[in-house]
């Protein structure tokens, strides 16, 4: 968590408050690293921590700003401050829409085309039967990398384009399995059925 007030420019910051005051330009090359530092933290898997990371960091520079504004120290030291502090909290919001809308930073840059089919002799509306039925067991068995519970939405896109099927709107995908009263779970029946058969 605190692995950013270790940088140079978090610890030029607290040098400053006590003795020296570094010229513009030094600053400048010691925030530009900071800021490439933060990325890289940034891209990681671990949002929480990530997130705890750059809410703590944005507490301290907070904290330092006040003093530097009692000290009356040049503007210039203070506007790093207020770049750094916008810029985390800029970070801090990609992580939350990563939380929020985790579909939308998949990558496509390298799409791979899967070799899975779903088999013609059987209907779209089977493999929605499944999806459906793992969302809504608790606790769900497809989940995101950080332990969250994976959007239905983003399952049925992840199942459409992996077995090269059209499920329709994941609404929709629903409503239709559960509207089916009495064949509700006639493929998850021949799933069960399949497997309890002694072998022939």
Known sequence: MQALLQTRFFLSLMTTVSTTVLPFDDLCILFDEFIRIVIERCNQDDLQSTLRMLSYTHARLELIRGQFVEKRLPRYITGFIYQAERF??????IIDYKFRYPEHFISNALPISSPLFWSGQYHAINLSEILCGFDRMIPKPVILADGRDAPFNLVVRVFEDTLHVKLGDPTDVKRRVLERK????????????SLNKEDE
């Open 88 to 93: 985390l909290a800029l970070e801090q919001q």
């Open 182 to 193: 009495k064949d509700r779970t006639k493929f998850t029946e021949a799933l069960l059925y």
